[in-house]
């Protein structure tokens, strides 16, 4: 059959690996638990998908579980950390500078109904400019602006009026 992965295999374990592994069936921690169940039925003949049923998870799951151990060994019984190792930024320094630029001009410039940028708002004008080649989260925008040492609150709201007499009319009324 074309597309059929071909089956995977943990290798052959030590005698201290397969001791290991069985004391890590009596462990309290969940993930060490899972990753020895799943490797002791993958040496027991098991494929990933029959490991997947019997232990009610994704078959990726114990694949991955399977090349960890091949990998790493023991060590891949030890949850690792959850964050990436590298993030890749989705402004580059020049890039970054365009969006300081950027928000120094009105959203209005660029044809926007309001006259308050959001972090949302500003990476839909960056992609939009073509700042960045694909469109980025508000969040992405936060930490670029972080990284840049620049402070970004949530918008207020003023009351102003294009009146050019506004300010001595709100002085009358006001005080």
């Known amino acids: 059959m074309l597309g059929m992965p071909k089956a995977i295999f943990v290798r052959p374990f030590t005698a201290d690996e397969r001791a290991a592994l069985e004391t890590g069936l009596r462990s309290p921690e969940a993930f060490t638990l899972r990753r020895c169940q799943i490797l002791l039925a993958n040496a027991r003949g098991q494929t990933a ?3 997947a049923a019997q232990l009610s998870c994704d078959d990726q799951t114990v ?5 960890a151990f091949n990998r790493q060994g023991l ?10 190792h ?13 969006l300081r630029a950027l928000l120094h001009q009105s959203p209005r ?4 109904a309001t006259s308050l940028w959001t972090l949302e708002l500003a990476a839909e004008v960056a992609y939009a400019q073509e700042i960045t080649p694909q469109p980025v989260s508000g969040e992405t925008v936060r930490a670029t602006l972080e990284r840049l040492g620049v402070g970004w609150r949530r918008a207020k709201d003023w009351i102003t009026s294009p009146d050019p007499e506004y300010a001595r009319k709100k002085m009358r009324a006001t005080g």
């Open 49 to 51: 998908i029959q490991v």
């Open 109 to 112: 410039t660029f044809e926007k």
């Open 86 to 98: 590298h993030i890749a930024r989705g402004f580059d320094d020049e890039q970054a500078e365009r």
């Open 75 to 84: 060590a891949s019984l030890q949850p690792g950390s959850s964050v990436p």
């Open 63 to 67: 694949r991955n579980a399977i090349h």
